[in-house]
């Protein structure tokens, strides 16, 4: 069986900051900064306080079925609500968005790559 790779995002608001907690995550925010985002297995966070109180984490998951899909949304949702609980971290309007790798459109230079472009 062929192994699919799924990209979860996990996107919330922060919410009920304390001031601590503000100038903890605005201290780390180069860390966490939008430019530097990627897909990976333990989930990379990202976030702007300064623009606005939302943030995305991105994980990276695999499954042996399309239906593997959901399992890997709900290990990366608990496993978004696990850090942000860990710190004390208030959020709501917690939200996910999953897409199979191998269901995704191929861009021009793949297609080319595969003999199906032009």
């Known amino acids: 069986m062929t192994i699919r790779t799924f990209r979860i995002m996990v996107r919330g608001v922060f919410d009920g900051l304390t001031d601590e907690q503000r ?9 966490h900064d939008v430019l530097h985002a990627a897909f990976n297995r333990e ?14 984490f991105r994980f990276l998951d695999e499954g042996e079925a399309e239906e593997d899909i959901l399992e890997a949304t709900e290990r990366a949702e608990q496993s978004a609500q696990n850090w942000l609980a860990e710190r004390g ?3 709501k309007n917690l939200r996910s968005q999953a897409e199979d790798l191998s269901q995704a459109p191929l861009g021009k230079r793949q297609r080319r790559a595969a003999g199906t472009g032009y």
């Open 89 to 91: 971290y208030g959020y």
């Open 43 to 56: 989930g990379h966070l990202s976030y702007d306080l300064s623009a606005r109180a939302a943030f995305t």
């Open 23 to 31: 100038a903890d995550l605005l201290a780390a925010a180069p860390e």
